[in-house]
């Protein structure tokens, strides 16, 4: 019982069934003796009423006997009015007595005797009721009607049906704390590993998941927090890689200018300015790699500090490529452009970068003598989306290369030394940051399509 009801929402749980199943028969209860009650009363009414009218046709058939009222007549009426156990007195249409019980010389004391011999119960109230002959009211008769006695058997049974209802609300009340203690552990035990998976999770047990999911809506809460567990899990090992990946970056360039340093200092290598202009490459390697990563936290970022403006996307991809036609040119790579007129909203910058990158994640890897084509068009199929594709007549990607392009620090095997691995992943982070997309689409030796979906204006 004690395990069963350790949280205070299991007691009141139970405690609330058990008090419902007890109130619930003590309702019933009291309903049941109401009306039962109300039906006694009608019971008791009708005997009064009923005597009331024998009464009444007692002194009207005496009346009409005689046509007029005759004490001695009236005195013989007294032993059949104390039977009734009532108290009877008679007055004229002028209102003046005409007899009572007392002229009959019937004492009070005997007459209450009577009735409690009888077992007719005390006096009800006063009652005047007209006595009327043809029409015509003939005398008024004041009286008090015993108001009788429930019979016995009646008695018995409100008795009975009360017992009945006593033992039914404590069964009731035993059912239901049953059914209480039953429900409160179903309905707590998911929340209570809810919350021993809440409490290891932030312990640092990251695989730790809830294994109970009802169909209701705590295994809804259940579900969203296995998701919320793996997405924990899916961003540590992200943190992981990427500081992996970053110490990795970062040791190559080191180590050049560590060994480079160390030589020269031991006299192995002399200062040459070809030693220097090395080590001089080397720096400029970190500085690319380090304003890479911050270009990656800057993406990371971006959902919340872009700075959001309806603007001419055709301007901003013919910015982008205008800014670097001169690499491309010296490249040897021709460089093409279809711009339809597109309006979109978004940050200026942020989306030129998501051109720029893709524009030299291409200059890495086309040949001289190649091509790039940038085309922006409205997307065929859902004009309220703009498509961007960067297309090029590259070596193209290997199909188990594909899928990682976009990942944080990947590099296929065609990649050149000095790249990092974080252009396309700052892309694709910007494009969703604006509400958009980026894939690709390669085949080995036919080139790569990239293809950027953002969210357009009206025209």
């Known amino acids: 019982m004690r395990n069963l009801l350790r949280g205070r929402f299991a007691r009141r749980l139970a405690l609330a069934f058990a008090a419902l199943g007890i109130g619930s028969a003590a309702l019933t209860a009291v309903i049941v003796n109401t009306a039962f009650g109300a039906r006694f009363d009608d019971y008791l009414a009708e005997q009064q009423q009923v005597r009331q009218q024998q009464l009444v046709a007692l002194f009207t058939a005496e009346y009409q006997r005689g046509d007029t009222w005759s004490r001695q007549s009236l005195n013989e009426l007294a032993p059949t009015v104390t039977m009734t156990g009532s108290q009877v007195e008679l007055r004229g249409a002028a209102g003046q007595s005409i007899w009572s019980l007392d ?3 019937v004492d009070p004391a005997t007459l209450a005797m009577h009735r409690e011999m009888m077992g007719i119960g005390d006096l009800g109230p006063r009652r005047e009721l007209p006595i009327t002959v043809d029409g015509k009211q003939v005398g008024t008769l004041d009286l008090r009607v015993a108001q009788g006695q429930i019979p016995a058997v009646d008695n018995e049974f409100r008795s009975d049906v009360n017992q009945l209802l006593a033992a039914g609300g404590i069964t009731a009340g035993l059912i239901a704390l049953a059914v209480g203690l039953y429900t ?3 309905a707590t035990a998911p929340i209570a590993e809810l919350t021993s998976a809440a409490s290891d999770l932030a312990a640092g047990q990251r695989d730790r998941r ?3 999911i009802p169909d209701n ?22 943190r992981r890689l990427f500081a992996s990946d970053v110490a990795h970056e970062l040791r190559t360039p080191l180590a050049i200018l560590r060994s480079e340093l160390e030589a020269v200092q031991d006299g192995v290598r002399e200062p040459t300015p070809e030693v220097v ?4 490459d080397e720096t400029l390697r970190l500085g690319r790699l380090i304003a890479d990563l911050e270009a990656l936290a800057s993406a990371d970022a971006a959902a919340f500090t872009l700075e959001r403006e309806p603007l001419s996307l055709t301007a901003v991809v013919r910015n982008a490529v205008d800014g670097l036609s001169s690499r491309f040119d010296a490249a040897g790579i021709a460089l093409r452009t279809e711009l339809a007129e597109m ?3 978004g940050d200026a910058v942020r989306l030129r970068q998501i051109v720029t990158n893709q524009l030299t994640n ?8 190649g091509s790039v084509t940038v085309t922006l068009r409205r997307d065929a199929h859902d004009d309220g989306w703009a498509e961007l594709l960067v297309a090029d007549t590259g070596p193209g990607i290997p199909a188990e290369d594909l899928p990682r392009i976009f990942d944080r620090f990947f590099r296929g095997r065609a990649a050149r030394a000095d790249g ?3 252009g396309l992943a700052v892309a694709a982070e910007l494009a969703t940051a604006h509400g958009g997309t980026i894939t690709a689409d390669s085949t080995p030796g036919s080139g790569t399509v990239f293809t950027t979906r953002l969210p357009a204006l009206d025209r």
Do not use: C, W, Y
């Open 210 to 212: 809830v294994t109970t």
């Open 362 to 369: 291409a200059l890495k890897f086309v040949p001289a003598g």
């Open 420 to 422: 990092s691995g974080i």
């Open 217 to 238: 809506e705590i295994g809804q809460l259940a579900a969203t927090f296995n998701t919320m567990a793996d997405r924990v899990e899916k961003e540590d090992e992200l």
């Open 184 to 186: 409160a552990r179903r």
């Open 103 to 105: 002229d009959a010389d």
């Open 343 to 345: 309006n979109a909203e």
């Open 277 to 280: 202009t090395s080590l001089h």
